[in-house]
């Protein structure tokens, strides 16, 4: 995630794009991971991972949350519209960030694709999460199926030009589309050595699945 700028490019229109280009997936998804959430933690200390413009956070609605993404221009729009919570930043990657104390959560909405490196990324994560705490991620994961093949399609060669028109930035688009690994379920959950699965399932439409996995010790 280090093409950082390419989200500042993006900040501002990046709400009203996403839901256009997702036709309001991303949206529904987000309902469902953090009712998933809540069956198992309904409140504490959150680590929102790539926070964007501070929607995860949002929904979660924790009692304390710290959001983490590099973005100076999306964190201002998460600062608005979070302003009545108690909700600090951390301007910094997955790989190098420092969090003041540890935390009950670790929520990553469709971030972990973008860290720059998975294992490092979320072995720094851990060292922030309490014992007994929760690591969830929904992420679009890699499959043979028709469906998440033609996603891809629709990802490299429709979205930029939507995404273009709404934000003027055909090229940022383009950019942000190379971005993107394609990773699978296995390579996410092999990194959480240590965790405990608690949900596994592939959403609807699958070509993205949600993990719960809870930190022993």
Do not use: C
């Not at 256009?20 to 959150?46: A, D």
């Not at 949350?65 to 590099?70: H, I």
């Not at 972990?112 to 991620?137: C, M, P, T």
């Not at 930035?169 to 699978?184: C, G, H, R, S, V």
Request: hydrophobic share 40%; aromatic share 12%.
């Amino acid at each position: 995630m280090k093409n950082v700028e390419i989200y500042e490019k993006l900040a501002k229109k990046y709400d009203t794009a996403t839901k256009v280009v997702s036709f309001g997936i991303e949206e529904f998804w987000r309902k469902i991971f953090v009712k998933e959430i809540k069956k198992y933690i309904s409140n504490g200390t959150l680590l929102d991972v790539a926070s964007a413009t501070g929607d995860m956070a949002k929904a979660m609605d924790f009692e304390k949350m710290y959001l983490l993404d590099p973005s100076i221009e999306m964190n201002k729009i998460a600062k608005e519209k979070l302003q009545n919570k108690n909700v600090k930043f951390i301007e910094d990657f997955a790989e190098s960030a420092k969090v003041p104390e540890q935390v009950d959560i670790i929520t990553a909405f469709m971030a972990v694709r973008n860290f720059d490196n998975l294992s490092e990324g979320i072995k720094n994560l851990d060292k922030y999460l309490k014992n007994g705490g929760y690591f969830a991620i929904v992420e679009l994961t890699k499959s043979d199926s028709i469906l998440f093949k033609l996603s891809m399609f629709y990802m490299s060669k429709i979205v930029p030009i939507i995404g273009g028109i709404i934000t003027g930035e055909y090229q940022t688009y383009k950019k942000f589309d190379k971005m993107i690994k394609n990773i699978t379920d296995d390579e996410i959950i092999n990194q959480l050595d240590g965790y405990e699965i608690i949900k596994h399932k592939r959403l609807f439409p699958p070509i993205a699945s949600i993990i719960i996995a809870r930190k022993n010790g």
